[in-house]
């Protein structure tokens, strides 16, 4: 099986021609080179685009073996920028209630534990549906899309 089989290519070589092993092996090994090339390519386009939203206060590394072990690194960055931007919706979220003069009893509101997770799944999606709004509010030219992140309780 060739490797690049696993990656979900398939080569045919030329059955138009003369059978030359070698050059039938050098074909291939072409193949191969620029299916690995192109897919690093797109593997740094794609690594660069992260690391902008990640870390935007950091340059991102010139050579690509470094920015590729930022997004390895024992730490997970995409588990610490989930949890900055959780912290971020929750403060934009109270600024919001607070801008509209509701009375809210954030007390109680932070301390609503023993709620179990089949219940604050129910609240979550039902929350859904005002989302589109508020975010219309903070950021206008994402109001457009519609939220489809999953609803889950950690």
């Given at each position: 099986?060739?490797?690049?089989?696993?990656?979900?290519?398939?080569?045919?070589?030329?059955?138009?021609?003369?059978?030359?092993?070698?050059?039938?092996?050098?074909?291939?090994l072409e193949?191969?080179?620029?299916?690995?090339?192109?897919?690093?390519?797109?593997?740094?386009?794609?690594?660069?685009?992260?690391?902008?939203?990640?870390?935007?206060k950091?340059?991102?590394?010139?050579k690509?073996?470094?920015?590729?072990?930022?997004?390895?690194?024992d730490?997970?960055?995409?588990?610490?920028?989930r949890?900055?931007?959780?912290?971020?919706?929750?403060?934009v979220?109270i600024?919001?209630a607070?801008?509209?003069?509701?009375?809210?009893?954030?007390?109680?509101?932070?301390?609503?534990?023993?709620?179990?997770?089949?219940?604050?799944?129910?609240?979550?999606?039902?929350?859904?549906k005002?989302?589109?709004?508020?975010?219309?509010?903070?950021?206008?030219?994402?109001?457009?899309?519609?939220?489809?992140?999953?609803?889950?309780?950690?």
């Open positions: 099986m060739l490797a690049a089989e696993k990656l979900g290519e398939q080569f045919t070589l030329n059955e138009d021609r003369e059978e030359d092993p070698l050059l039938d092996s050098l074909s291939l193949m191969n080179c620029r299916l690995a090339r192109n897919g690093l390519a797109y593997a740094r386009r794609s690594f660069n685009r992260l690391f902008k939203h990640f870390f935007p950091s340059e991102a590394p010139e690509f073996e470094a920015l590729a072990k930022v997004f390895t690194a730490e997970d960055p995409a588990l610490n920028y949890r900055a931007a959780t912290k971020t919706g929750v403060e979220s600024a919001l607070m801008a509209s003069g509701e009375k809210v009893d954030w007390d109680k509101v932070s301390s609503c534990r023993g709620t179990t997770k089949d219940a604050m799944t129910a609240f979550l999606k039902s929350a859904k005002y989302s589109k709004k508020m975010v219309a509010v903070v950021d206008p030219s994402s109001a457009t899309s519609t939220s489809t992140a999953h609803t889950e309780v950690p």
